[in-house]
């Protein structure tokens, strides 16, 4: 595969055997197996002529419902009303890939869109976030390192990470997501000090949870190459794909014109790549789909249907139905829609920070998902120096710390905040920006009177000294700084509470066991 028309270079990665997940599967993974009873309904629902006495399953007229009727956006009606459709939206999920309408929708919508090279396969599943779990506890046992963004998504460290005791080490990045030296240093690292290396790269590589960061194909093939070369599987969690989108020109691209993915590179079946319906359909659905090698992916069906049983059978069913009625020419529209209404929301904060924040913030133009990623300048080392004000100015935003791997460390000073404008009113993101602005011009004059007063800082403590970095090319390169700042009303003691201990064990503290910036 060569590289596409901002790519210049030839791909940089080599076809080599299939991944041997059994020297990747932790002690859960060895053990998982699939249910007896499970065995026994998968094996024989649907077959003609069978008499089953094997399954404790509800009888179709013992459900409530006989029929179903939704009414779309548009106006147009959706009835659900095939006695065979309907009974198997109130029924166990029987089926292991998932309802057999709905995985064969995604499984050509996925191969339309990212051609996987390897032999994979797909499931239907609950939504990213159970799915990110079963991999890790597939994959790792406790005290096991994941490799990741040095700014993630809080909850897969807060969540998973933390309470299965495996540990997170943050990869330095620019731009343009995770620096391919940085990936391939952290590894070095990890092979001179011995022990288990880590074999699990998790990355959000498109709208990137907090960043905003769009991964570019050039750089999804170094760090393909780079786990190729050390045998590190690639969980590419991509909830945002579908909402690309150019905020200057409005102009929608559609479902193929979103660029080539990690999926679409995975010459020997080392890519997990997690699609959802959360942020194209509907979160409540909780529903989305997993596509990996078959390996992989039959120890995923075993814990999917051992944990939970399978997806729920009325969002698949619903879904389905929806699709089916859509046509791919209808999806893509919605998908366009919803293009369009994600890069204006994008374009009205970005018009209004640059009207209200220059010479207070820099940030980068979103291009996709739901987030803008600003560095705050004003004298702020740390965000959480301005929550308290924001807070009596009705404003919320994160602060970027309980987003880094380092986050919970007293003396890791970031002057990082997410914002969303994916749920605000066009009014609100304009007003939410102007406050934000109006506090941390505030604490700059506040600030600046205090040293003009002899006093460091309004709290007596000197604060933590950032370098500077280039918002353009770094978002999520942070010097740690040496001195405590200060932990008043700290956002650590409202989100990690007495998480904090757990937290740092979760996180590698040896100085020479981090990537600079992390």
Known sequence: MTATTDDREASPYQHVAAVDYTQHFGQEGHARKLASLRVLLSAFTGV????????????????????????????????????????????????LRGYPALYEWVKK????LHSPPADHDIVVTCGSNHTIEMIMSLLMDKGDTVLCESYT?????????????????GIETDGEGIIPGALSKALEQHTVRGGKPPRLLYT???????????????RRQQIYAVCQKNDVVILEDDPYFYLQFSASSMAPRGLHNLGASYLSLDTDGRVIRLDSFSKVLAPGLRLGWATAAPALL????????????????????????????WGEQGFEQHVKDMQQGYARRAHILHTAAEEHLVGLAEWQEPQAGM???????GGIKDADEILDKLKEEKVVVVPGRIAHCEGPRPNFACPYIRVSFASATDADLVEGIRRLATVIRNFEQETSASH????????????????????????????????????DRSVQEVVHDNEQMSLNDAVHTAADSQPEGC
């Open 371 to 377: 987030f803008a990623w600003l560095k705050l300048s």
């Open 204 to 218: 959000v590589p498109v709208g990137q949870n907090p960043t905003g960061v769009v991964t570019p194909l050039h």
């Open 153 to 169: 998504y809080p909850h897969m460290i807060e969540s998973l990470v933390i309470p299965r005791g495996f540990r997170v080490q």
């Open 109 to 112: 919508h996925t191969w339309a």
């Open 48 to 95: 003609p002529g069978i008499i089953g006495l094997h399954g404790g399953l509800p009888p179709a007229d013992a459900f409530p419902f006989t029929e179903m009727s939704f009414t779309l956006r548009d106006g147009t009606k959706m009835q659900i009303s095939d006695p065979a459709q309907v009974a198997a939206a109130q029924q166990y999920s029987v089926t």
């Open 452 to 487: 003009a007063n002899g006093v460091a800082g309004s709290n007596g403590n000197a604060s933590t000294h950032v370098p500077a970095s280039n918002s353009n090319t770094d978002p999520g390169n942070t010097d740690n700084g040496d001195s405590k700042h200060s932990k």
């Open 298 to 325: 039959e120890k995923l069906i075993f814990h999917l249907h051992g944990s939970t049983l399978g997806p729920c059978a009325l969002s698949q069913v619903v879904v389905a139905a929806l699709l089916q009625q």
